[in-house]
């Protein structure tokens, strides 16, 4: 797929994307990958002192990356919902890592086709969520699954290093 | 499975007394499940805490959407096929043989939930008519207002475009809007959507040509059956076309129609004289 | 029947697998369009053709695209159903997956009541299932 040379869009995700949109998104990525009957409910709970992210990154008009966090453990039971394992299978981290990643790339095509603009959608990653870029540039719904913290992100790219101006040369 | 005996008996006493619609033993795992969202959404740690909550504080909102919750059908476009292909195959070429070029074609789909049935008879007719728009009218009715609502505005979310619609229509009746595909406005308007309760006298609709009955009466008891068949008799033209679901007859039932074999499946015809 | 999952992740290779593996199907697997044609190159070996190939968009190496314009050049593959599983849904997408040669579409997420609607349209659902 090419993209067209359009000009970057100024306006935040916060213009383009609403909670509702994001939430109805969720309402049919947990029935249809998770499994029947689960959801994510936009109700917050305590965050975990320990979290793992999953991410697509859109480059398009708006670039950014829709991010899904949670706990580790929280992780693995999505995983073994999404992999439909049963003990004694366990999962392991290439599971996590595919299972979670499909969960975002799902929810990044879906929320990729709402935004104006072609875009295209980077590869899954796991690991320490991107840095965020301007803080008006975020779109965050902030919930649980079956009980577990879990949030799903849309946020803007953070700028390139050698945008910066601050820097000093030496 | 948490939904209690007494849960579930409240339920089935609810449903039956505000729809006529029987849920009978058995149908636990269909009341788990289309609860569970709304006991989610309140707080609550499950379906019998739900019921007993509205017990306990009666709200004739939350009644309504329980209600609502248990009363819609499983909804997919071209459902069991046979019905729509022996629609544009048989029906439809007789029906227009045999009416006036004038006279509007009317269609009755009699429990429509969110639309996707007469959506989908829409889109038949407009592939198989010129000029569908003016020579047919789609009433579709449901017991439920949100239902009737969701007819009207011809929005469907992805998952439930992907329920049996083939993608050549999806492209050529539909555009996206937001997350959500949308029927196009020439085919939205050839629907007119109002509440009907199928278990009380039937408001002045019709005289209709063909009725879709699907997958509807299976909710009613014997002698509700009976009596719904007749009040859609009454609505339809002598010479015009029944629909039931796949597994549905009115075979021991109602014996004043005649079964016409389409298909692999069938269609009902008044019974002349009846 | 038979059927080729092509997806590069390995989750929704399973996920479609196992229900297709509900209705009855044997299935192979791809994780991506070179793959697939390897897979069905091999098939045709010892006999194997699949009735149904459900393929991923974007994928690396070969994507969804150019593997449907591949088996529909080539006649040994002309009774192969090809139905596309993406989470890419803008029309215009779908009307050039169509016109390449793709037999149907099922937008991501989906159901396995979904899959199984779209096997139906498709006359590929295996009786016993149908109720």
């Not at chain 1, 975990?48 to 453990?73: E, F, R």
């Not at chain 1, 929280?74 to 299978?89: G, I, K, Q």
């Not at chain 2, 209600?67 to 629609?87: I, K």
């Not at chain 2, 019709?206 to 009725?211: E, I, K, L, N």
């Amino acid at each position: 797929m090419t993209l067209s040379e359009a000009a970057p869009i100024a306006q935040p995700i916060t213009e383009l994307l609403d909670a509702e949109t994001v939430q109805s998104i969720a309402d049919e990525v947990w029935p249809s990958l998770v499994g029947d009957g689960e959801a994510f409910v936009p109700v917050p709970v305590p965050p975990p002192a320990d979290v793992v992210s999953a991410w697509v990154d859109i480059i398009g008009p708006w670039t950014g990356s829709v991010v899904l966090t949670c706990a580790p453990a929280t992780a693995e039971a999505l995983t073994e919902s999404v992999l439909m394992t049963r003990p004694p299978t366990v999962v392991d981290s290439e599971d996590v890592a595919d299972a979670l990643g499909e969960l975002a790339n799902v929810l990044g095509g879906n929320i990729k086709s709402v935004l104006p603009g072609e875009s295209r959608l980077g590869l899954p990653q796991i690991g320490s969520a991107p840095s965020r870029g301007r803080l008006d540039d975020v779109r965050s719904l902030v919930g649980q699954w079956r009980g577990n913290f879990l949030t799903i992100t849309v946020q803007g790219a953070a700028p390139a290093p050698h945008a910066e101006r601050n820097e000093v040369p030496l | 499975m948490t939904l209690t005996a007494t849960s579930f008996d409240w339920v089935r006493q609810l449903v039956h007394r505000e729809s006529a619609i029987v849920l009978q033993p058995g149908k636990e795992y269909l009341v788990e499940a289309r609860l569970l969202p709304m006991a989610q959404q309140l707080g609550c740690a499950g379906v019998s805490e739900l019921v007993e909550t509205v017990r306990n504080h009666p709200d004739p909102a939350k009644t309504r959407r329980i209600v609502e919750a248990l009363t819609t059908n499983e909804t997919s476009w071209f459902r069991d096929g046979d019905p729509f292909t022996a629609f544009t195959s048989t029906v439809l070429p007789q029906l227009v043989a045999a009416r006036r070029p004038d006279e509007r074609l009317q269609i009755w789909s009699a429990a429509c939930s969110s639309g996707q049935e007469a959506y989908t008879i829409a889109m038949l007719l407009s592939d198989a008519l010129p000029n569908a728009a003016t020579r047919v009218s789609i009433t579709a009715t449901d017991l439920s207002r949100q239902m009737v609502e969701r007819t009207r505005a011809g929005r469907f979310s992805q998952l439930e475009v992907n329920r049996g619609l083939p993608a050549t229509m999806l492209v050529r009746h539909f555009t996206r809007s937001g997350n959500e595909w949308e029927i196009s406005p020439t085919l939205r308007r050839m629907v007119t959507a109002t509440e009907c309760n199928l278990a009380a006298p039937l408001p002045r609709l019709g005289p209709f040509d063909v009725v879709y009955l699907r997958n509807v009466l299976i909710y009613f008891d014997l002698p509700t059956k009976q009596a719904i068949l007749t009040r859609v008799r009454q609505l339809m033209r002598p010479d015009g076309w029944l629909f039931l679901g796949a597994a549905e007859t009115t075979l021991g039932v109602d014996d004043n129609w005649e079964r016409v074999v389409l298909g692999r499946g069938s269609a009902y015809r008044p019974r002349k004289g009846a | 029947m038979r059927a080729l999952v092509i997806d590069d992740s390995r989750a929704m290779r399973r996920i479609v697998g196992t229900i297709l593996k509900d209705f009855g199907y044997e299935v192979r697997e791809a994780g991506d369009g070179r793959q697939a044609l390897d897979v069905l190159q091999e098939g045709k070996a010892e006999g194997w053709r699949p009735d149904l190939c459900c393929i991923d968009w974007n994928m690396p190496v070969m994507d969804g695209l150019q593997f449907v314009f591949a088996v529909r050049a080539n006649p040994e593959y002309r009774q192969v159903t090809l139905m596309m599983v993406t989470t890419e849904s803008e029309t215009g997408q779908i009307v050039k997956a169509l016109a390449a040669g793709a037999h149907e579409y099922l937008i991501k997420p989906f159901t396995a009541d979904a899959l199984r609607d779209k096997l139906a349209l498709l006359g590929l659902l295996p009786e016993e299932v149908s109720a």
